[in-house]
């Protein structure tokens, strides 16, 4: 049976505002929903001409993600999931795709979420990873970060860590429906609160509330980047979808990322919602968004 693809965008949000968006909005458990995003992202279709290779890397599960077996770059990604949601399960597929779309190794790391750990646990964390790479002669040139919603706040937050501590910089970052302003300022958290399909304003606070301790400022620049000092950063790719509620997290980072000389590529994609880059195997802007990042990371080579 044939469908239209505005029919099949329907059904689709529809789907997904009854199974995440809506229960996201309600005081439930991070375990609940935990399960709920582990079940949806079974969906997912996972490329079987990718190698899987679980492992360990600075005391974190990990797992490498290889589509060749010579491959300079890797890049590094970060799950997204409002600072305490994600996981190796939720991004596995997601990350197949974007290891066969660009022939490049992907790592995959399994971060401390909130609440059971707070800032700056995760970013910690996956500054040792970074530090573990180096150790193993991976060449800085050669990693790419890249981090959904909450990952790229982590992906960006990481890159300035690395820049504070004189360490070899990475060559780019990719963020994909980045979450970068806690303080919850951005005029698409209302405009697009009733068009994003699959991310609550409820979820963003229950996720700020669980990973900021009282002590920390919620624009504090390593918990919202999107203050920090941006000058000197790598060449940055960003991707946001049209009805996302953190439209305007993405399009203000691009302006002051701008006002401070770093070259950035911004791609808006009509008619999409959070991470909507995940749904790459039933939407052509989601193919478009891998093609892009792809397009991107292969100029940084």
């Known amino acids: 049976m044939n469908i239209s693809p505005m029919t099949k965008q329907l059904i689709t949000e529809s789907f997904l505002k009854a199974t995440i968006r809506t229960p996201s909005?309600?005081?439930?458990?991070?375990?609940?929903?935990?399960?709920?995003?582990e079940q949806l992202c079974k969906l997912f279709p996972q490329d079987k001409n990718v190698k899987i290779r679980p492992l360990k890397i600075?005391?974190?599960?990990?797992?490498?993600?290889?589509?060749?077996?010579?491959?300079?770059?890797?890049?590094?990604?970060?799950?997204?999931?409002?600072?305490?949601?994600g996981s190796l399960n939720t991004h596995r597929a997601f990350l197949t795709q974007i290891a066969a779309r660009t022939q490049i190794q992907v790592l995959h790391v399994d971060y401390p979420l909130s609440p059971e750990s707070t800032y700056?646990?995760?970013?910690?964390?996956?500054?040792?990873?970074?530090?573990?790479?180096?150790?193993?002669?991976?060449?800085?040139?050669?990693i790419i970060l890249s981090g959904d919603s909450c990952g790229a706040n982590l992906a960006l937050a990481l890159a300035l860590k690395i820049q504070k501590q004189q360490r070899?910089?990475?060559?780019?970052l990719i963020l994909m429906s980045p979450f970068l302003d806690l303080t919850l300022s951005s005029p698409s958290l209302r405009y697009n609160s009733k068009h994003d399909a699959l991310l609550s304003i409820e979820a963003l606070e229950a996720g700020i509330?669980?990973?900021?301790?009282?002590?920390?400022?919620?624009?504090?620049?390593?918990?919202?980047?999107?203050?920090?000092?941006?000058?000197?950063?790598?060449?940055?790719?960003?991707?946001v979808g049209s009805k996302e509620i953190l439209l305007d997290?993405?399009?203000?980072?691009?302006?002051k990322a701008e006002q401070a000389k770093v070259k950035v590529e911004f791609k808006l994609y009509t008619g999409m919602w959070h991470n909507f880059q995940m749904f790459n195997a039933w939407f052509d802007e989601a193919k478009r968004s891998l093609s892009d990042l792809a397009d991107f990371a292969h100029r940084l080579d």
Request: hydrophobic share 45%; glycine share 6%; proline share 9%.
């Open 209 to 239: 509330d669980y990973y900021v301790p009282s002590s920390i400022q919620r624009d504090d620049p390593e918990v919202s980047p999107y203050f920090a000092d941006l000058a000197g950063l790598p060449p940055i790719h960003i991707q």
């Open 25 to 37: 909005q309600f005081s439930l458990p991070p375990n609940a929903m935990r399960v709920a995003l």
């Open 120 to 142: 700056p646990d995760a970013l910690d964390a996956l500054f040792d990873v970074y530090e573990a790479l180096l150790a193993q002669g991976v060449l800085a040139k050669d």
């Open 249 to 255: 997290d993405a399009q203000r980072f691009k302006e």
């Open 58 to 85: 600075a005391g974190l599960k990990a797992e490498e993600i290889k589509p060749q077996d010579e491959a300079t770059q890797l890049i590094f990604h970060i799950h997204g999931g409002a600072f305490f949601l």
């Open 168 to 172: 070899p910089q990475v060559s780019g």
